[in-house]
DNA sequence: GGAATAGTGTCTTTAAGACACTATCAA
DNA sequence: TTGATAGTGTCTTAAAGACACTATTCC
């Protein structure tokens, strides 16, 4: 109770970024290549230590983010993940860092050329598998992020963060599929979305050409809460049926 | 990126604490009297720095929590919430706050009396209404809390947390009333927490006597997401009707 | 006309919401 | 037997899942 007692210990404070994408229809996670002393050579989340006079956490990650990407602020969601800060998580000491989770649109190049170091859009998969090593505890916060853009997407219109300012059902549905990893019923996904008032509404201008008929466009709605909400289908067989915990 | 150019800005770490229970069928939210510098006097949520040592966050809450509490680490749940960073939150200075959630069951007495700080139960509508005024940004963490915790029980079995070990079925529909702040009926919460699979299990000894009929006694089950969901029903009318948002 | 993509309708099953009575105990 | 609390069954409606065909454009 006594807080003042001892003197409390400073700690240093890192934001640090998921930054999802869709890239040819899967799951992207954006990650650059250290540069410095810890874990050099390595991929890492983009992140860095918080300004010195002073800077909100959220202007720092969206400075990041604007330094890794060629995104403006307006165009993207970002938003608190977690913290993460076990004592040994940092060899540099004492570093704790506040995780973000930032959804972008596909972007129009592959990634601006960044002054030092170099970022690149790794398949989500290669990265929630262990086959990229990451540094720090960083493949466990991309992991934490993208379980919560899956379970997010159920329940918000945060899909949309995923396409641009107009988009198509169908491409809709592919951010769904990307993010979930499972396939989706056309029929039913057109119905569900629909019946979400609010999710998304039509573009007067609804066409486009990709050598079929014609998609109708449509732009984000109003309401950020879904209902009733797309629920993510349960893959078949869940549960650690390592001995039998089912019922 | 280049991170280490300039040095970093340390911060102090505290943890905050919102500690919820059920006392006389109604939510209420631990508060302490600060008797210190800033907001002297004033009600605010447990917690305090980090330790010396290298201290975790997430020990640095349980111990917090045990301070407060008369409560050990087992028969509470516990978990990270959000961080609070705005700069000018703490007149002291860049003091960042790492708030958890806490949930337990009704405690044997009133509030263990600690040392210097007197703690007390404030029901959780006095406090979100803004009826008790409380210190630093305490208001939007303990608001936060509660939200989370309110959607939190539609998913998860985490209103379990709430009753003790063995509980009766009357007693878990208390707790969805008191934290949702509805009325629910019997017969279909009956229906519903017995269709979630895991959520309760009977205990062999099934009864207790209250005046009336004994009630079978129930504990927590393995699972802790619930399939189907117990979802908060939507009260009469929602958004902003100020000028005609609806469809 | 054929390839390619967009869009829709129906049936079945599951779960939600509304609703009122029976069961068991203590005094 | 009465008061008090515990426990249950049915009907209606909403939404999910499965499923196959029609529509529009470009070539």
Redo the contacts with the bound molecule.
Sequence with gaps: MQHDAWSPTPVLLTVDLVILTLRDSRLHILLVKRGEDPFQGMLALPGGFLNHDGEEILDAAHRELAEETALTSDCVHLEQLAVYGEASRDPRGRVVSVAHLAIAPELPDPVAGTDATDAAWIPAETVLSGKAALAFDHRRIATDGVEHARTKLEFSSLATAFCGEEF????LQQVYEAVWGTRL????F???V??AKGFIIPAGT??R????????LYRAGPKTVL?????R?TPPAEEENTKGEEE
Tied chains: 1, 2.
């Design positions: 198509t059902i169908a491409g019923d056309t029929r039913n057109y119905r569900k629909q019946a609804d066409r050409s990709t050598g079929g008929r014609p998609a109708r209902f009733p909400p797309l629920i289908p």
